[in-house]
C-alpha cells in the first residue's frame, strides 16, 4: 500500500463512516423505521448500532494491520499506525450517541 494512502486511511474511513452514520440516521428518521420494532430495539437503531460496529471493526483490522509496520518502520508508518488508532478513537467516540440517545427528535 503506498504511504500516502496508508496515512490517510485511517481517518478518511472513519470521515466516511460517520457521514453513511449519520445519512442512515436521517433516512431512517425520514422512513419512520424508528417505528418499526425487533423486540427491545427498533430497526434505526438496528441499523444504526450494525453500521457503528461494523466501521468499529474495520478500523480496529486496519490499526492491527498497521501495527507490525509502525513497529518496525519509520516515522511515517508510526504515524500512520497513530492516525488509525485516532480513526478507531474518534469512530468510537462520534458512533456512540447512535446507540444511546434517543433518535428522531
Not at 503506498?2 to 460517520?18: D, E, P, Q
Not at 420494532?37 to 490499526?63: D, E, H, K, M
Not at 492491527?64 to 513497529?71: D, G, H, I, L, N
Amino acid at each position: 500500500m503506498n504511504m500516502i494512502v496508508r496515512l490517510l486511511a485511517g481517518l478518511t474511513l472513519w470521515a466516511a463512516a460517520f457521514s453513511l452514520i449519520y445519512a442512515m440516521e436521517g433516512a431512517a428518521c425520514a422512513l419512520e423505521w424508528h417505528q418499526l420494532s425487533f423486540g427491545p430495539l427498533n430497526a434505526a437503531r438496528t441499523l444504526l448500532v450494525g453500521l457503528w460496529i461494523l466501521s468499529l471493526l474495520a478500523l480496529a483490522y486496519l490499526s492491527w494491520s498497521f501495527w507490525p509496520r509502525a513497529r518496525m518502520g519509520g516515522t511515517l508508518d508510526r504515524v500512520a499506525f497513530g492516525a488509525a488508532l485516532a480513526g478507531l478513537a474518534a469512530a468510537a467516540y462520534t458512533g456512540m450517541p447512535t446507540a444511546t440517545l434517543s433518535l428522531c427528535l
